[in-house]
């Protein structure tokens, strides 16, 4: 059993899987690096985004990627596409309208992992279970959402800067109209929607501090009311009358 330090990294493997990691013992690791990890059974190659708050390790960082390992993802991502092509005929075979927007092979070949769209629910088992014995590995078929979709596509937000989905957060949770109204928030489904169609992942950030009683003690306290905003407030039309 490898000995963890008890430093947490978050670590992605695939735009669709990112993990929290915790590095063994003696093992210094900084963002910008790539790093081998072992996680149930696996082993895959991973880019170190940076130091998280997240406690909930999945994975350990076993070592830093040597030339070799990072020669081994090469391959592995040669096979993806051969073990794509593989799936793309048996899906065709079974007649599944199931869309496939990307693959991930994990660096061992002993997992991996197709990603699809679809608007329904589909029963894919006996699809799975050819996929596994002609691959000769774990296999997952993953049904994502257009919210998922959305941060593997990445891009840029209205703010300007990259996708919070696609640059750092580590899991997507329901959002709903309630948030934005407990925010005061001008409730513009044009203005509250990212690229996916979706009421914004930024619009969680500061939700739990709205119903907060301190809130109301403290910060809220010193925002004026409504009614009081344009007292000593001059407008660009009265001061050049």
Avoid at 68 to 91: G, M, Y
Avoid at 200 to 225: G, M, T, W
Wanted: glycine content about 6%; aromatic content about 8%.
């Amino acid at each position: 059993m490898v000995d963890m330090s008890d430093k947490h990294y978050l670590v992605e493997c695939h735009p669709l899987m990112r993990v929290v990691v915790t590095a063994a013992v003696g093992l210094e690791i900084k963002r910008g690096e790539y790093v081998v990890l072992r996680f149930k059974g696996c082993e895959d190659i991973g880019y170190v985004r940076g130091l998280t708050d997240d406690p909930q390790a999945k994975a350990i960082a076993i070592s830093k990627a040597a030339p070799e390992d990072l020669a081994k993802r090469k391959e592995a991502r040669q096979w993806e596409q051969e073990a794509l092509a593989s799936f793309l005929e048996l899906l065709a075979k079974h007649n599944l309208s199931m869309k496939v927007v990307d693959v991930h092979a994990w660096v061992d070949r002993n997992k991996i992992a197709f990603y699809f769209l679809s608007e329904h629910r589909l029963d894919f088992r006996k699809l799975h279970k050819e996929i596994g014995m002609l691959l000769g590995c774990r296999v997952v078929i993953k049904q994502i959402g257009i919210r998922d979709h959305a941060r593997l596509i990445g891009g840029l937000g209205p703010c300007g800067r990259p996708l919070c989905c696609t640059a750092f957060l580590t899991e997507l949770r329901p959002i709903s109209l309630r948030t934005a109204r407990r925010q005061n928030l001008y409730v513009n489904p044009e203005k509250i929607s990212g690229m996916c169609g979706r009421l914004l992942c930024c619009l969680r950030f500061e939700d739990e501090i709205y119903p907060s009683p301190c809130l109301k003690n403290d910060a809220k306290s010193k925002v004026p009311d409504e009614e009081d905003w344009d007292e000593g407030f001059t407008s660009h039309d009265e001061a050049d009358s």
